[in-house]
Structures are given as C-alpha cells and as structure tokens.
C-alpha cells in the first residue's frame, strides 16, 4: 500500500503516535531499491526494535511503525480473506494489458507491477477524504530527527544514512509539487516510481486510466479492507 493509506489505517488503529512512528509506517517502500531489496526492508521488525531499545531507546517506535506496515502488506500482497493478497484479487488479464501497453513492462513482470493501481484506487480515495494523512506524512519528512533516523535504520537494515536522507527529501519534494489527493498528482507519483524502477516513461493518459478503473474495481470494497487492516494492527500491536 502507499503512505497515505498506511498513515490512516495506523491512526484509526491506534490513535496518532508521533512521527517516529509515521516514518516507520512508510519508510519501507522508500527504502527499498537502491540499496536494499524490498525483502530486506519489509522483515525483522521485531529485531529491529530490540536494537534500538539497546542503541537508541527513544526511536523505538520506528521499529513499530515499521511492523505495521508488513502487517498491512501482507493483506494487500499476500493474503486477504482466505485468497491471494487484497491488491492482487483486482489484477485481470485487462489490467494487466493496460500496464503493457502504458508502462513499458514486459508481460511476465506486469501482473505484480499491477497490482500497484487497486493500491493507488485506494490511496486516491484515501487521500481525498482525509486531507490530514499527507499534511502528517509531511510533518515526518520534515522533522528535526530525521537524519538520525537514517542513521539507525541503515546501521541495521544497511545502505547510507545520507542516500536514505536524499531519498527522503527527493520523496518530501514530489509530495510538495503533486496533489496526492488527485489523480493526476498520483499518477505523477507513478510515473516516478516507473521511471526509476524500469527505465522508462510511461503514458500518463494510460496511468491515470489505470488508477481510475482501479477505483471503481475497488470502490465497494475497500472499506472493509481498510477495517480489516486495521483490526490487524490492533491485534500485533497493543
Ligand atoms: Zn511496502
């Protein structure tokens, strides 16, 4: 899921934790790429936290911020309600065409890139009747323990403290330039992510369809999602 999406789900699930804890919501699929595969960053929150009650105690929330985000991916990627991940029960053979042929992926690659778009149907109707979750994620990525942040998440999940820094204000910036409650603003966004995951530019009119149909394939459902994502933080965080 993106930001906004797991910002809300966490507020609704456990009240607002500060930003500690909001950067741990998102930070994994930030830092994922570059440096560290996205296996890497979406694991061992519970050893994280352990190191940080040892290194640094006042970041633990970090760790459970980021626990929350695997929780939550594991219902969008994975498994939701007895079948494949929540994201995944929308990809079609349609949807699939549409990536092809807008984003420049080959086909065997193309299902799990489009399992993004039920993700941004979601964040788009996230984002535009919560205002507050972006005007939140923002406050994060411009807090004043920002570069310690960094420190602590590479010393333990690796890469460069100052590389995660830059990705970071490179992901503030595109959150100042696009409104993330539009779709043209979300696409935008996706025509980043395509462009420094696979090299090419895609066809915005392409992307902006894609998020559209997304929404309505999950326009009926996604609020049950979001209620049981939430009632999965609770559970594996009280
Ligand atoms: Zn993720």
Redesign the pocket.
Known sequence: ?FPGTHVYIVNKALGKRGVLFDLGTFI??IA?GTSRT?KV??SKADEFRAYLEKKAPTFVDLADGIKT??VV?ELG?EHYRGGKGYAFQYVDKDLIDLVVKGCGIKRPEARKVAHNFPEFGIEYLVNSQHQGVLTQIKKALTSSQLQEVCEHYTAFYGGNSNVLYLELEVFSNILTENNLTTVKGLANLWKLINFARYKVIPDGDIVRQLILTSKSRVMSTYNDFLQSAIDEVKKTLK
Do not use: G, L, Q, R
Request: charged share 25%.
């Open positions: 899921m994994p699929d994922s996205f960053t979406h985000h695997i991916d990627d």
